[in-house]
């Protein structure tokens, strides 16, 4: 074996093998471990939008129930897919370990995202039972709910407040 | 009389069957969070199609032969293989995306779970691609499929300021809570979902399959330069009602539901109905059109009889390749993959493929050999060598920005 061409080879194959890593790793989804605070808070940040997001399509979606401009089947299954989408929101920044200066509001992202899961099952139920005197009332409290994830989207684009 | 009718006809089915799952989401999405300041992409895109779809519709016109076979023949199994195997693997991704997408709109309709919903699409998809003749399956989902107006009229009952909208689309500038890279990211998604490559293999196996001849180059062109363009401001008015109703609460799209939700906003029940006639017609339309295209890269590469107009027995093996794919594109459904998450893929990767696609259609289409008098003249060359550049660099930076981005995250 000639040893350039080995080398060369072994050079083809560490090269291939770094793209293919990187293209195998874009493709998942999946993003190389990274346990600093900047890194966390995008994740929270990220986390927080897509809760957000569900919820307030989750209000529109109550909001055009009401109005009469929009099918109950229609609503049923935006309201599941929102349901999912905050989950989907809570799994993802809930198994992320915070480090030590964001525990306080990993506290915060967590237990928002968790009251408007709650609050998104909540409808979701009173739409399947076809309460529609609660629409209103539910659409205003999702809609809380939005402005609150959406002002932690705000304050995640900084680091942590130190006291003193 | 009859020719205007099949010209209008053609221009009526290109426009219905241009939007797909990919065009729907990617541009719902893209508005909701960028405006219209992607918008030109869109046109660029659009453009795009429209040179090489021309190109292999003359192909297939002058040879009365189909794109892979010429491709192969002309550039040796190698090239061939290459091009076979990158416009397959996009190929066979948006076909799955396209039947969960029939899955997903249908659940809009029934609320049933889609995944229940996923084999009964499938086996529908698989007796269109079957049993239903080439013409009907064009026409009716392509005239099904023009509902999807009901975005432009939604657009202009939401009233936007449409000089807003439009100064949007020419200045290239982002939102101030956006990143550039997130926004290059959206960018070479928008250009993958305009540019898909089924679109062009359909198109050219289509002219194949009706029988074009050198007289059918007008109503080809008719059809790619009217129906193609008029089909992508389909595509720019979801993105603008996108824009309009979620852009000020700022909400992002992440479901087919979500996409549907601004024509409820501006048109209530009945705009939202048609929507899902349009949404179900589109993505069916489009999962049949992605199924035929697999059937047509195989067949034609190996030299197989192929096409709706020949019998099923004597195809054979053509038809076995559709319930192939059709069941394969089942089974990676049912694993409870999420359609929409294949749909971002596939509209990237699509990036990625196009210059192993669209390299050989220009190069086949330069040959004296093949076209005789109807060879590429200068504009088409222009046009074609200047896109090829544009999509090395779509292609080039695809996975980068992916990684980099999250996915657009």
Known sequence: MVPGRRGGWRHTVATASAVLSLAVAGATGCAPGTPDGDSWRIDAQRAVADASSAVLAAELALRQSVRGRIFDRYLQTVLVEAEEGVGKASQSIGARQPPGPEQERYQTVTGQIEEAAGLVSTARIAVVDREEDRYDALADRLSSAADALQKLEDDLEHPPRTGG | ?409
Not at chain 2, 193 to 202: H, I, Q
Not at chain 2, 360 to 379: E, F, T
Request: hydrophobic fraction near 55%; charge should be neutral; include cysteine.
């Open chain 2, 1 to 409: 009389m009859k020719k205007f009718f099949a010209v209008a006809l053609g221009i009526l089915t290109a426009i219905g069957g241009f939007v797909d799952i990919g065009d729907l989401v990617t541009n719902a999405q893209v508005g909701a969070r960028f405006g219209l300041s992607l918008g030109w992409v869109v046109i660029i895109g659009i453009v795009g199609i429209c040179v090489f779809a021309e190109m292999s519709g003359r192909v297939a016109a002058v040879s009365q032969r189909a794109t892979f076979d010429i491709v192969r023949e002309r550039l040796g199994p190698r090239v061939g293989m290459a091009n076979l195997l990158a416009s397959m693997a996009v190929t066979m991704l948006t076909f799955v995306a396209e039947i969960g997408g029939v899955a997903l709109a249908l659940q809009l309709v029934s609320s049933v779970n889609y995944l229940l919903i996923v084999p009964f699409v499938a086996f529908i998809v698989w007796l269109i691609l079957w049993r239903a003749r080439f013409s009907v399956m064009e026409n009716v989902l392509g005239l099904c499929g023009l509902t999807l107006i009901v975005f432009a009229v939604g657009l202009w009952q939401l009233g936007p300021d449409w000089g807003d909208l439009a100064h949007r689309m020419v200045v290239v500038d982002k939102p101030g809570d956006e990143q550039w890279r997130t926004w290059a990211y959206y960018a070479v998604a928008l250009f993958g979902a305009a540019m898909t490559p089924y679109e062009v293999f359909f198109f050219s196996s289509g002219g194949v399959e009706e029988r074009w001849t050198t007289k059918d180059i007008g109503v080809m062109r008719a059809n790619v330069f009217i129906g193609f363009p008029l089909g992508g401001l389909l595509s720019l008015a979801i993105a603008g009602s996108a824009a309009v109703v979620f852009g000020p609460i700022d909400a992002s799209v992440d479901t087919l539901g979500q996409v549907g939700l601004p024509v409820a906003v501006a048109l209530g029940k009945i705009g939202l109905a048609v929507a899902l006639v349009g949404f179900v017609a589109a993505t069916l339309g489009a999962a049949c059109e992605c199924g035929l295209s697999v059937g047509y890269s195989i067949a034609q590469y190996r030299g197989w009889q192929w096409g709706k107009y020949v019998r099923t027995d004597v195809a054979a093996r053509f038809h076995l390749v559709l319930a192939l794919a059709t069941i394969l594109a089942t089974g990676v459904l049912l694993t409870k993959v999420d359609p929409i998450l294949v749909t971002e893929f596939s509209v990237v990767f699509s990036a990625i493929a196009l210059p192993l696609t669209y390299f050989p259609i220009l190069v086949v289409a330069n040959d004296p050999d093949y076209m005789g008098d109807h060879v590429n003249g200068r504009l088409a060359n222009a046009l074609g060598s200047v896109y090829l550049m544009v999509i090395g660099v779509a292609a080039l930076a695809a996975i980068p920005l992916m990684i980099v981005t999250r996915m657009g995250a």
